[in-house]
T-cell receptor
Framework: AQSVTQLGSHVSVSEGALVLLRCNYS??????LFWYVQYPNQGLQLLLK??????LVKGINGFEAEFKKSETSFHLTKPSAHMSDAAEYFCAVTSWKYGNKLVFGAGTILRVKS | DVKVTQSSRYLVKRTGEKVFLECVQDMDHENMFWYRQDPGLGLRLIYF???????EKGDIPEGYSVSREKKERFSLILESASTNQTSMYLC????????????FGPGTRLTVT
């Protein structure tokens, strides 16, 4: 079985500050990891994903995440927050064993203060 | 541009009614999914389909059924709606590759009174 834990249901940062959203996963097989973003009243949109290869993954809107197998983590970062980053962020996991069935974390709501 | 559409953005139904939520994708994807989204619980998989007329239960199938008669269309059915089915319902589609992205519709917010 697989699972995802997102630490912090709400994160608040000032505009221009570092964004760090935490995700830890559990998987008995090599994982594929995803971050999705959901803006108000919209569906989810893929930010970035890790499958194999380079462990530092760059995504859209200046976000990146690093896969750390030893820590079973896939934290999402952005050097400088923008007001438009305010949204809910979901970490998700799957693997070759589970096809394209994703297991999602509970989500983290990011608030950006001016 | 890829697109997943859902038949309604907002829906209000009464307890006991039969409810149909429709989802259509235009990307010729094999896989389609129905999720339920509740605050603090993230997205939970209700059902998914990997081919026409093929379906598999997800984590919370109780009280729901699905239909996939055509590749582009995947329907979620609440046989007898209950108040605990008040939620946001999201449809998604993808290719069969495990590394593939899921594309999401805008969601249907269902209220059962």
């Amino acid at each position: 079985a697989q699972s995802v834990t997102q630490l912090g249901s709400h994160v608040s940062v000032s505009e221009g500050a570092l964004v760090l959203l935490r995700c830890n996963y559990s998987s008995s097989v090599p994982p594929y990891l995803f971050w999705y973003v959901q803006y108000p009243n919209q569906g989810l949109q893929l930010l970035l994903k890790y499958t194999t290869g380079a462990t530092l993954v760059k995504g859209i809107n200046g976000f990146e995440a690093e896969f750390k197998k030893s820590e079973t983590s896939f934290h999402l970062t952005k050097p400088s927050a923008h007001m438009s980053d305010a949204a809910e962020y979901f970490c998700a996991v799957t693997s070759w064993k589970y096809g394209n069935k994703l297991v999602f974390g509970a989500g983290t709501i990011l608030r950006v203060k001016s | 541009d890829v697109k997943v559409t859902q038949s309604s953005r907002y829906l209000v139904k009464r307890t006991g009614e039969k409810v149909f939520l429709e989802c259509v994708q235009d990307m010729d994807h094999e896989n389609m999914f129905w999720y339920r989204q509740d605050p603090g619980l993230g997205l939970r998989l209700i059902y998914f389909s990997y081919d026409v007329k093929m379906k598999e239960k997800g984590d919370i199938p109780e009280g729901y059924s699905v239909s996939r008669e055509k590749k582009e269309r995947f329907s979620l059915i609440l046989e007898s709606a209950s108040t605990n089915q008040t939620s946001m319902y999201l449809c998604a589609s993808s290719t069969t590759r495990a590394t593939g992205e899921q594309y999401f519709g805008p969601g249907t917010r269902l209220t059962v009174t």
